[in-house]
């Protein structure tokens, strides 16, 4: 009863269901590599692997997640930028293994976001922002917001997995008026980091 119960909670959009299926298949195997994750999102596309390796940063356990799911989306990010799509990452980066617990605090943490996303998802909106070229145009953005969610700032990332997040889900769900609204957080997340870090210098600088 509780398995079915937990079934249709975990229910809803593409994003939802998807995100579902990979703790599913992490739970079958006692947990995943990032390229595991990666590989057993098929030809997910590049929507998909922005959120996963995105979302990991909001998970509130010790870890250097941010520094490493940055760091791979980072390298992703670059591949799409340059039109390679075939997802290569550095040994260390892909061998890294997370218990089957990590994956389920994802979708559990992820959940809140991802459905307030879905919920505004009409697809089919400026359809010219879900283009097969478009993640090309969004590698270099993705990327810049990709090293501000790796960098060591205190609550510095959590603007920049928000946007990740509702430009992903608007790929993954054809909305490109979604999309736009995740280039205008982009932006305020870009100027944000660059604000912290202002203001990071300026103590240190004092000290």
Same mark, same amino acid.
């Given at each position: 009863m509780a398995r079915g119960a937990d079934k249709q909670e975990r229910s809803g959009g593409v994003a939802?269901?998807? @995100?579902?299926?990979?703790?599913?298949? /992490? $739970?079958? *195997?006692?947990? @995943?590599?990032? =390229? $595991? &994750?990666?590989?057993? #999102?098929?030809? %997910?596309?590049?929507?998909?692997? #922005? @959120?996963?390796?995105?979302?990991?940063?909001?998970?509130?356990?010790? =870890?250097?997640?941010?520094?490493?799911? =940055? %760091? /791979?989306l980072a390298i992703v990010a670059l591949q799409f930028a340059v039109g390679i799509r075939s997802l290569w990452l550095p040994f260390f980066l892909r061998s890294r293994r997370?218990? /089957? %617990?990590?994956?389920?605090?994802? $979708?559990?943490? &992820? *959940?809140?976001?991802?459905? *307030?996303? $879905?919920? &505004?998802?009409?697809?089919? *909106?400026?359809k010219a922002l879900t283009g097969r070229a478009l993640p090309c145009c969004l590698g270099l953005p993705v990327f810049a917001l990709a090293v501000a969610i790796a960098l060591p700032i205190p609550f510095g990332n959590l603007i920049p997995v928000i946007a990740i997040c509702v430009m992903a889900i608007g790929l993954i769900e054809k909305d490109g008026l979604v999309v736009l609204l995740g280039m205008l957080l982009t932006v305020a997340a870009l100027a944000v980091t660059a604000a912290l870090l202002r203001g990071a210098a300026s103590l240190v600088a004092n000290l």
């Open positions: 939802s269901t998807m @995100l579902s299926r990979l703790v599913v298949t /992490a $739970e079958r *195997r006692d947990g @995943l590599t990032i =390229g $595991e &994750a990666l590989d057993a #999102m098929g030809e %997910s596309g590049f929507g998909f692997v #922005m @959120l996963v390796l995105a979302l990991p940063a909001l998970i509130p356990v010790p =870890g250097p997640f941010g520094l490493v799911f =940055g %760091s /791979a997370l218990p /089957a %617990s990590v994956f389920q605090l994802l $979708e559990r943490h &992820a *959940r809140p976001l991802v459905r *307030r996303t $879905e919920q &505004a998802i009409q697809p089919g *909106r400026f």
